[in-house]
């Protein structure tokens, strides 16, 4: 019976805790994946500047998306797209969508004899490379401007039993940067940080520019809050950040 | 290291196990003692969700519990919310998915009882609502607290399930195992590891207690 109330008193404990603790002013962000180191940073530096709290979620866009749409509890989307704020804000259930950065797809490697081919579609026809990652052609952006990439250079069809598909383009980077594959189409911001400046990469310019936008959610209930950080997206602090990370 | 996922994590899965242990004990009571048609099929719908991949339940969760699905609808007519990406939403996802943990092991520890005490307890005058607490119940509490512990650990491990109808919101629903997750994804190793690492002793804990208690019921 002594065991009985130790057990329910670590029960009520757990149960009653957390009211009190996370009742602070916070905001809800969901971002793309590609934004995930920038945008801590910016988190953090609004955090201290403002003291509201921002978190993230962060997963492919098209992830994002259906999860808004089945009621996600999210302040604000930051999207690796233009299309799918677009499409929240004609199904009435953003505000009007602005562009926030303009981003761009590379591939990358961790070996940096990758890089020692002209262009990258050379280094990609070397036949010592077995593996590349692409993010989800479907749901997450930089993965689709990758495809469009291989399709102009006539090698998606040819590469199809080389591509290891990841759920995002972290995921990507992360499969190339473990070097579980040979190489990653990635996110210019990835090459930026610690692990990216490992490695090395090409430019894919070939891939169309990827303009990411963003759009505060209208079931947000933070709305002074959510316009606060929105501002501070374009401030010059934030700026540096982005540019940075290679955004535009 | 992500206490709040940690956090997120221990509540679920003792809301879960709380919650279950009291829906699962009459239908283990029922399975254990009761004959009627369609027992068996019963039965197995009862274990379905142990067989199922947890995307398979996540996809239909996402479905019922939707603002289209008939519980999302009926949720959001009462609250006025979302039921998917809330730790509602989670825990009742939760509680399905772990159902087969909390009615097999007490079936089997109800089914295991010696029938003549039963019958000494109703001779004696014994209601059968006195008979379940006074004579089944302290019968069978080491295979009820083994399926409430089996409950429990299966609800920590829980992930696919969670992600498809949590999202990863913390505080709400990210709970450790999808924060392992993403952590690796974004290449911080150590707040994994020390995540993962936090798991092993817990996890390894809880099966010494259901290992000791399977011990006592025997003898």
């Excluded at chain 1, 905001?27 to 978190?55: P, R, Y």
């Excluded at chain 1, 070939?206 to 933070?222: F, G, H, M, V, W």
């Amino acid at each position: 019976m002594k065991l009985c109330r130790i057990v329910a008193a670590f029960v009520l404990i757990v149960l009653m805790s957390s009211v009190s603790a996370f009742a602070e002013q916070k905001l809800s962000v969901a971002v793309a994946a590609n934004f995930i180191s920038a945008f801590k940073e910016m988190a953090a530096d609004f955090e201290a500047k403002t003291k509201i709290k921002v978190d993230g979620t962060f997963s492919s866009t098209g992830n994002l998306y259906s999860q808004i749409i089945n009621g996600a509890p999210y302040d604000l989307l930051l999207s690796a797209d233009e299309e799918r704020p677009a499409r929240l804000n004609k199904d009435g259930l953003a505000d009007k969508p602005f562009v926030y950065a303009k981003g761009q797809a590379v591939l990358w490697s961790a070996s940096k004899d990758f890089c020692k081919a002209k262009t990258w579609q050379d280094a990609l026809k070397n036949e010592q490379i077995k593996k590349i990652s692409i993010a989800n052609t479907q749901t997450a952006p930089y993965g689709a401007a990758a495809k469009k990439a291989l399709e102009k250079a006539g090698m998606w069809d040819g590469l199809q039993n080389k591509l290891v598909n990841a759920q995002d383009i972290a995921q990507s980077f992360q499969y190339a940067s473990t070097s579980a594959v040979d190489a990653g189409f990635c996110a210019m911001s990835a090459t930026a940080g610690a692990e990216g400046k490992k490695g090395c990469f090409f430019v894919i310019h070939e891939a169309p520019e990827i303009i990411q936008s963003a759009c505060i959610l209208k079931r947000t209930t933070n709305r002074a809050s959510v316009e606060k950080f929105v501002q501070f997206l374009s401030s010059p602090a934030a700026k540096e950040i982005k540019v940075k990370y290679g955004y535009r | 290291m992500d206490y709040l996922a940690l956090y997120v994590t221990l509540k679920l899965a003792l809301v879960t196990t709380i919650i279950l242990m009291v829906i699962a004990a009459p239908v283990a009571y029922a399975l254990a003692y009761y004959r009627f048609a369609g027992k068996s099929f019963l039965e197995a719908l009862i274990y379905l969700p142990m067989a199922l991949p947890p995307t398979v339940i996540g996809f239909y969760l996402i479905i019922v519990m939707g603002p289209k699905g008939f519980i999302g609808k009926a949720w959001g007519m009462f609250t006025g919310g979302s039921l998917l990406f809330t730790f509602i939403g989670i825990t009742i996802a939760s509680i399905i998915y772990s159902i087969p943990f909390a009615v097999q092991p007490m079936k089997a520890a109800f089914s295991k009882i010696d029938r003549r005490l039963l019958e000494a307890a109703y001779v004696l005058g014994l209601s059968k609502k006195a008979t379940f607490f006074r004579v089944i119940i302290p019968n069978s509490i080491s295979g009820i607290a083994a399926a409430a512990i089996l409950v429990f650990l299966h609800s920590i491990g829980a992930f696919g399930v969670l992600l498809m109808v949590g999202g990863s919101i913390p505080g709400q629903t990210e709970v450790a195992s999808i924060a392992i997750y993403e952590a690796v994804e974004m290449m911080d190793y150590r707040a994994a590891g020390m995540m993962a690492l936090s798991f092993i002793p817990i996890s390894y804990a809880f099966l010494l207690l259901i290992n000791k208690l399977n011990e006592d019921s025997r003898v």
